[in-house]
């Protein structure tokens, strides 16, 4: 335990020298803060429904600081934006990456990390409630082709015309609900609420999981163009963010598969969802945990691609992956996974990536980079 005091004010935090979680609720959840100081902070549960903080280590080095979520202040003198991104995190019920995405919408979409973020956070908020329309559409079309009897209709659900695809997306509700015992209300009523949590996993078509594993694809691919064009340079750190990212991109891609397999069966996941919603809730949930936090690291590396500075940034910032995502793949490939090689790599201790850059123009870069993650 280490203690720091700042206008008389008493802080206490942990210092974490090896950050190591187990679980995704202990690593956190990123929180997109535009004060240089909060770089790569997240948020997690805490005893007593209270909140912490954890925040790397601000000389750049190894580990983290853990401290209350009430004591941000005492850390360093956030921005607008963030004391009010503060308050919105303390108030939510839960903290997950969808519920922190959307505190920080609402706040962006005050203005008070620019103009840019604003228009930024209107734009996902629409394309987000757009994604969950689309999904309950794309759901709606296959209850009608796992409902309907082999040849009773040669035209395809998603080729018919909108009057003829409505009856028959009746008919098909009509056709599940005596199976399932609900009235056909009901069944409409949970249909909406599985495409919900399906507007980022997408029903037959690319969403937004999909488009940001194949950003961090990309991502990986020219950091490790970076070691082959200069291989003394920055070798353990490139290394270090090209072994985390394998690791991510082959959970992310294995957890998104399982949940769009769930769409092959509706009748099947609307029984699930009414047992228990919350279990199908975080087995849809699984890739945005495994690739919360990277979307900044790729916003980061295309505003100064192959440079040092950022290389060692991203490093310092990349998410740790936490254990209890090797049970995940179990469960996708029947077989105990054996991922030891993936978190054998060891970062040196990193230099100030800060040195030199003004806290204005961090802060004026931080609103930028909040304007390609929300």
């Not at 935090?13 to 995704?24: A, D, Q, Y």
């Amino acid at each position: 335990m280490s203690q720091s005091q700042k206008a008389g004010t008493r802080l206490e935090f942990h210092v974490v020298t090896r950050f190591v979680p187990t679980t995704f609720l202990e690593r956190g959840v990123a929180v997109p803060f535009t004060t240089p100081r909060l770089a790569g902070a997240r948020a997690r549960p805490a005893e007593r429904r209270s909140l912490e903080v954890i925040v790397p280590n601000p000389s750049g080095g190894r580990g983290v600081y853990i401290l209350p979520w009430g004591n941000i202040d005492n850390l360093c003198n956030p921005t607008v934006h963030d004391r009010r991104v503060t308050e919105a995190v303390a108030a939510l019920p839960s903290v997950t990456p969808q519920a922190i995405r959307h505190a920080a919408r609402e706040v962006a979409a005050q203005g008070l990390a620019g103009r840019g973020a604003r228009e930024a956070a209107r734009r996902a908020r629409d394309d987000e409630n757009q994604a969950c329309v689309q999904a309950n559409f794309d759901l709606l079309l296959e209850l009608v082709r796992q409902l309907e009897v082999p040849g009773e209709n040669p035209i395809p659900p998603e080729q018919d015309r909108p009057a003829a695809l409505e009856w028959r997306g009746r008919r098909a509700v009509a056709r599940l609900a005596p199976r399932l015992r609900w009235p056909p209300e009901m069944v409409v009523a949970r249909l909406e609420q599985v495409a919900a949590c399906f507007g980022s996993i997408g029903v037959g078509r690319n969403a937004r999981i999909s488009t940001s594993i194949a950003r961090l694809v990309q991502l990986r691919r020219e950091v490790a163009e970076c070691l082959a064009r200069e291989p003394d340079d920055n070798a353990a750190e490139i290394g270090m963010i090209t072994s985390t990212a394998d690791l991510t991109i082959q959970l992310a891609k294995a957890t998104l598969a399982d949940a769009q397999a769930l769409s092959g069966d509706i009748p099947g996941l609307l029984q699930r969802w009414a047992a228990d919603p919350d279990a199908v809730s975080r087995l849809l949930a699984r890739p945005d945990w495994l690739l919360d936090g990277w979307d900044h690291l790729r916003a980061l590396w295309e505003l100064d691609p192959a440079s040092g500075p950022t290389i060692a940034e991203i490093a310092a910032l990349v998410p740790v992956v936490p254990r209890e995502a090797d049970e995940w793949l179990t469960e996708h490939l029947g077989r105990p996974a054996d991922l030891s090689h993936y978190r054998s790599k060891l970062v040196r201790q990193l230099e100030d990536w800060r040195t030199g850059v003004t806290v204005c123009d961090l802060v004026a870069r931080n609103e930028r980079l909040l304007e390609k993650t929300l």
